[in-house]
C-alpha cells in the first residue's frame, strides 16, 4: 500500500505539472514564516491568478504600506518556493474574504461533550447476547456509566 502523501504528490503532478497550485497551498500554510509576523499581520494572501499573487488587507492604508514593500516581499515567497512562481503582486482590500492563511478549525479551548440521554441502557437486552451491535450498545452505555 503506498503512502497517502505519495499519492496526493502524484495527484498533484499530474493535474498540475508545474507545482504552482501545490507551492501556492504551501504559501499559505507558512504564510507568517516566510513574510515575518509584521507584514502577516498586515496583509494575507487571498488568491492568485496565473503569476500574480493577491494579497487581502483591511484598510487602504495597509494596501499603501504593502505596496511599498511589494518586491520584497515577492522575493521571500519565490525564495521560499524555489523557483520564481510569481511576478507581479495584487493587493485589495479584504471586504469580508477569508485570508487564505487563516486556520480551518480554530480551538476555542470549549469542548462539547455529550449528554446523558435519558433512557440510557434500555436497549441492553434488545440484542442478541455477543453479537457486535450489543458489545457497542454496552460499550456506549459503559461510556455515559463511567463519565457521570
Known sequence: MEPVNNLLDNFFKRNDP???????????ENWRR????????????????????ILGAQDS?????????QEELLRRVNDFC?????????????KGRTPLDAPLVQNTGTGLEPRRPKQLGGLLD?????????RCYAKYVDFFNKNT
Open 126 to 134: 434488545a440484542f442478541p447476547k455477543g453479537s457486535a451491535i450489543a
Open 18 to 28: 508545474e507545482g504552482r497550485h501545490y507551492l501556492f497551498v504551501k504559501i499559505c
Open 82 to 94: 524555489g523557483v520564481v512562481l510569481f511576478d507581479n503582486l495584487r493587493i485589495e482590500l479584504l
Open 61 to 69: 492604508i495597509v494596501i499603501q504600506e504593502v505596496t511599498f514593500q
Open 34 to 53: 516566510i513574510v515575518g509576523a509584521e507584514l502577516a499581520d498586515l496583509a494575507s494572501p487571498v488568491g492568485r491568478k496565473k503569476r500574480t499573487l
